[in-house]
């Protein structure tokens, strides 16, 4: 079996889902599970929603329903367009209520998560739909009943025993019956019975667990681009797919920005090595980029230029670490309280220097880092992240990185801590030149492309 998994871009007018259910149906001898995402930026609608209030919320409920019945509308005959129309009522009313529950409050919350949540429950039902009105046969089913999480909102971790023994029970069946099922992505149950989700673009962790728990062949990702590229081509009119890429650098090129895939998807694949094909749904021909356990024949030294924006570089500095052990202990003690991942550090004798991408609680860190140590924090920064299996076994490759970012102020530099990657911190204001110039030096031919980047 396969899934393939849809995102809110592939689903966002009827003739976007009709490709969907084409893509589905030409895959049927390979039983697929299919995943889906809310519809264009409905999740972002909702959450809108639940910081407005209830009042100004129920408004943003009523431009999803009218979003969603124009779709809906076009796409089914009279029979199941009456079935979703029914489906989509209820559930609005239940969001309604949760509008109320939550306020004006977007904290993470078991109300906050449900509301969240109706997004994924209206795309899976939709397309259920419309893959029975193809030719097909198709079940939607809960992903509330097939995930379960800690309990915890916001971002809850899965819990692999529970849904792995869930999913086996509730998707064989199906499939054994020529049935397609249709799930939600991004929502789940947590251990104590409250609403979860996966934290945002949680849909491509959904599917890589359910391939996970159910012995998949392969994972697709559909999106509106033709795979993973050489850099983001809304700042390098010369990024090109990529044919193929290693699950590290998959994985680093996730956490460092690219925007294809979400870092947490490769983490179920790499455990149980299952490919990950990233194909473009507007263009299903597309080669797209597959993802594999370990990488074949190198395609380049470097594979792609990845960044990520509004970091916060935070500067430790105190004579205390001279010689004295512990002390990284109870520096990232701290960022442990108050709940921060670090992204990258760098240390020397007697200064620490680290990044990381949400400064809610840097105040708070800082206030404690004080009372050993002088500590501070400058924002408007962006980690930009070269990835390539070819750097481990090439020398040279830091040099030339610099080399192209000549002028450029580097804030921190992060080498060898993987084998696969060289990552440096700049001002936001130069990331733009800075990403093309280090793209022109690995990726433009010899004499194009360098001079106009500078």
Not at 416 to 444: I, K
């Amino acid at each position: 079996m396969i899934v393939l998994k849809f995102g809110g871009t592939s689903l966002g007018s009827p003739a976007a889902i009709e490709r969907v259910c084409s893509i589905v149906l030409l895959a049927r001898e390979r039983t697929p599970l299919v995943v889906v995402s809310a519809i264009g930026d409905t999740t972002d609608s909702l959450e809108e929603a639940a910081q407005a209030g209830p009042a100004a919320g129920e408004r943003k409920l009523s431009g999803i329903r009218a979003r969603t019945m124009t779709i809906a509308r076009e796409l089914l005959p009279r029979r199941p367009f009456s079935e979703f129309v029914s489906f989509l009522d209820k559930l609005l009313v239940e969001a309604r209520e949760l509008l109320v529950q939550n306020g004006s409050d977007s904290a993470p919350s078991a109300t906050f998560d449900a509301l969240l949540g109706v997004g994924e429950r209206i795309s899976s039902r939709l397309v259920t739909l419309a893959l029975s009105e193809c030719g097909g046969t198709a079940s939607n089913l809960d992903s509330r009943d097939l995930f379960v999480t800690e309990a915890c909102h916001g971002g809850a971790s899965p819990l692999p025993g529970p849904t792995r023994r869930r999913l086996q029970a509730a998707v064989p069946p199906h499939l054994a019956a020529g049935s397609i099922p249709v799930i939600g992505g991004f929502i789940a149950t947590g251990e104590d019975g409250f609403p979860t989700t996966l934290g945002r673009g949680g849909s491509d962790y959904t599917a890589s667990l359910a391939a996970a728990a159910l012995g998949a062949e392969e994972v697709q990702i559909w999106t509106d681009v033709d795979g993973v590229m050489s850099a983001d081509p809304s700042l390098i009119d010369s990024a090109r797919s990529l044919t193929e890429l290693s699950l590290r650098e998959a994985s680093e090129l996730a956490y460092f920005g690219s925007r294809v895939l979400h870092p947490a998807t490769m983490l179920p694949a790499i455990e149980e090595g299952i490919p990950i094909r990233v194909l473009n749904s507007t263009r299903p021909s597309a080669q797209g980029t597959l993802i594999l356990p370990e990488p074949r024949a190198p395609e380049g030294v470097v594979k792609s230029v990845a960044y990520k924006e509004n970091i916060t570089l935070i500067d430790i500095h105190s004579t205390r670490m001279l010689m004295a052990h512990g002390f990284l202990a109870r520096i990232f003690a701290i960022f442990d309280r108050h709940e921060t991942a670090v992204d990258m550090v760098s240390t020397s004798e007697v200064s620490v220097s680290l990044t990381v991408d949400r400064p809610a609680s840097v105040p708070r860190i800082l206030q404690e880092l004080g009372r050993f140590s002088r500590a501070e924090a400058s924002s408007g920064k962006a980690i930009i992240c070269v990835v390539g299996e070819g750097i481990r076994y090439t020398p040279g490759i830091a040099a030339r990185v610099f080399a192209a970012l000549e002028g450029i102020r580097i804030r921190m530099i992060s080498l060898g801590a993987s084998r696969v990657n060289v990552g440096f911190v700049v001002d936001e204001g130069d990331l733009r030149q800075a990403v093309r110039r280090v793209h022109a030096e690995f990726f433009d031919p010899p004499g194009q492309g360098k001079e106009q980047s500078r």
